[in-house]
């Protein structure tokens, strides 16, 4: 089966400055927001103290950042659509200096989650930066650069790691959120002077009620996903906010379909090509953060359990940082196959790519350097399939809706890797061995982990078989 796009024409230009310096500082921008989602991971089990409250209070400074920028990649995309995508990415920079600004400054919870809030609202720089690559860069390097600018994504929270922990390690916690301060003031003042001014706002109104309903949705149903397993999936306050969000969504979708200038057009959204790229990046986000949360586990476990490798926590983000460097050196590589290839059968060499992974750790787990092949190979597989989903993307929607719909695809990738963590902390936590005064998970449940990553990459591969060859409109 084929459909046809429609040609579109690039906007009038204002500013236009190197193609390259371009895509590096969108790159960079992507690259720094993705970091604050990993940053206080190594700090994560000391925040009740560092904060004078409880463990479980504490878990919200990770769990507000990853709902904040699932939150704010739709509403991102959308607004660059109609006041012009530089702005937004100079709104969401400013976002990113603001909120870590005040986790620098924070010791107690409350402006710590008010801070990593705004942490979690400067995702929405990374939809918007893809979209506006399709307009100020040339093709020669849009594909490449689009797939630089996705991989981010994965990048920012493989080398997070490691930086954070060495920061920690050698540093005060504080000094992780001033770092951060830094490079979101070079980010900042990097796109308001390099990143080319284009009269790309297509006008009309913006959909408040719209972009309130489906924050509202998402985050009922986030936040559920996010504590069931520290709430209990059968607790009322689980399946209260799971049902509360799926009716708020579907009351959501209803009046989308009914409004003149939606914050989502729904019936671009559910064009077969783009429903199942959406549907991969779902899948393709579960497998990648499936590998995020058990390697780690893996790599820390205690030898004396038999299958633990007894590392620290900086000697783990060490064999992790390579996989980011591997994620990144195949973004190129990806920009080349969808150029020769097309973005849907590179979306199906990613997906198949990171399921073979899961397959290598199915069978080898037992010393650092396996692990670190297998987080290499899963890496690759990350950098192709992120890549390619835009380019699917912004093939099948308007260039009024390209923010939107590239906001739209991040936010499925947010909701895989959310469920993806769910559902990894079950298994873990399914069957276990007693050492000591803890309860750790035994090798049969890391393997099961491993066997449902590869299922859901699998699971990726399909869908993106089945999305409509393109053919391009004379």
Known sequence: MTTTVPSTTPPAAGRIGSPLLTVAVLCFGGLTAALT????????????????????????VVTATLVAGAVAMPIAGRLGDLFGKQRVLVVSAALLV????ICALSDTLAPMLAGRMLQGFAMGFIPVGIALMREVVPPQYAGTGMAA???????????GLPLSAWIVQDFSWHTLFWVSTGLAVLMTAAVVLLIPHVRD??????????????????????????????????????????????LVLVAWGSYELRVTDPLCDLRVTVRRPVLLTNAAALAIGFGMMAQA??????????EETGYGLGQTLLETGLWMAPGGLVMMAFSPISGRLIRALGARVTLMIGAAVLGGGYVFAIFLTDAPWQLLVFNCITSAGIGIGYAAMPTLILESVPLTEAGS????NALMRSVGTSISSAV?????????????????PDETAFRACFVVGAIAAFVGVLLAAAVPRRRTAA
Do not use: C, H
């Open 149 to 159: 600018m996705s991989a981010t994504l994965g990048v920012g929270g493989a080398i």
């Open 98 to 101: 603001l909120g870590s600004l």
């Open 37 to 60: 989602q990993t940053m206080v991971i190594p700090i994560q089990g000391e925040l009740g103290v560092l904060l004078r409250t409880t463990e479980a209070n504490a878990s919200w």
């Open 293 to 302: 949360i058990v390697v780690p586990r893996l790599m820390q476990a205690p």
């Open 405 to 408: 719909g590239v906001g739209i």
């Open 424 to 440: 990894m902390a079950a298994i873990l936590t399914s069957s276990t061995i007693t050492f000591g005064a803890y309860e750790l």
């Open 201 to 246: 706002a297509v006008g009309g109104r913006f959909d408040a009620v719209g972009a309130l309903g489906l924050s509202l949705g998402l985050v009922g149903l986030l936040v559920a996903v996010s504590k069931g397993n520290d709430w209990g999936w059968g607790s009322g306050r689980t399946l209260g906010l799971l049902l509360a969000g799926v």
